[in-house]
């Protein structure tokens, strides 16, 4: 199983949306993704469809999990579920399947308490300055995010408008900060907030938009990451090409 912690020390950056197009993108690449919603907000759901009204089964009733578009959409955020992260989503760490755990902006113990079962974590930012003015909470770990200088915690700059100086700025900025942890750059675009609108996965709602198609980029390397690699089968095959 491979855990990846969507979070960011700032609200409202986008860590849900980058969290539900990141499950849906490697759903669509055949793995087998489940989106756990551990946010008090609850809206990771609707980028999968579902209404607001609608509630989503916990881990406990892991039988009537919804799927969407291959993801396995879990609501986490029950008191029970805060309380213990780990037990919520333990029938799914199972060999295989990828966990999108969806962490708030003040879900701090929670992904303490998550941080190791974690494969990776990825800390959301936007390129405006109340965003970038978190930075050295994060350098000097007086964030909860106090693991960030770890290899496995990298970046992601969210809602990038690159005819903006400041964007452009501050992704150079970002990128000089933190070199290759920055894995990850999103356009901002209205589609986002239309499919959410809609209540349509963006994939769906709108499949050629500038922030669609950097999700599938995002996603195409995190799932390249060595530590998300599915394992390779070994067989005989091989074998007679590593004696070769
Ligand atoms: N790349 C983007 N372009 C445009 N709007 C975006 C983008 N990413 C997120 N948003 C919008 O920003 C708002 C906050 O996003 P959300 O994912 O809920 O943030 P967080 O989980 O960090 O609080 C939502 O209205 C969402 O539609
Ligand atoms: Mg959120």
Redesign the pocket.
């Known amino acids: 199983m491979a855990l990846i912690l969507l979070h960011?020390p700032?609200?409202?950056?986008?860590?849900?949306?980058?969290?539900?197009n990141l499950a849906l993108m490697l759903a669509s690449r055949g793995r087998d993704v489940v989106a756990a919603d551990f946010?008090p907000?609850d809206?990771l759901k609707l980028?999968f469809g579902f209404r607001p009204d609608q509630t989503l089964a916990s881990a406990s009733r892991s039988d009537e999990a919804q799927v969407v578009a291959g993801v396995r959409v879990l609501g986490c955020n029950r008191p029970e579920d805060l309380a213990d992260p780990v037990a919520a989503i333990r029938p799914w760490l199972g060999e295989g399947s990828m966990v999108i755990a969806?962490i708030?902006?003040g879900g701090g113990e929670t992904f303490r308490a998550l941080l190791p079962s974690a494969a990776l974590h990825l800390c959301?930012l936007?390129t405006d300055a109340a965003s970038l003015a978190v930075l050295p909470q994060l350098a000097a770990g007086r964030s909860f995010i106090a693991a960030t200088t770890a290899q496995n915690s990298l970046f992601v700059l969210?809602?990038?408008d690159e005819r903006r100086r400041l964007g452009r700025d501050a992704a150079k900025f970002l990128r000089r900060l933190v070199g290759d942890r920055l894995i990850g750059v999103?356009?901002?675009?209205?589609?986002?907030?239309e499919?959410?609108a809609m209540m349509e996965p963006l994939s769906k709602f709108a499949p050629t938009s500038a922030?669609a198609a950097?999700f599938i980029r995002f996603g195409d390397t995190i799932r390249e990451l060595p530590a998300l690699r599915p394992p390779v089968a070994r067989n005989g095959a091989d074998d007679a090409a590593i004696r070769a």
């Open positions: 960011s700032k609200g409202g950056v986008g860590t849900t949306t980058l969290a539900a946010s907000q809206s980028h969806d708030a902006a959301a936007t969210n809602q990038v999103i356009r901002r675009d209205e589609a986002v907030n499919a959410l922030a950097d």
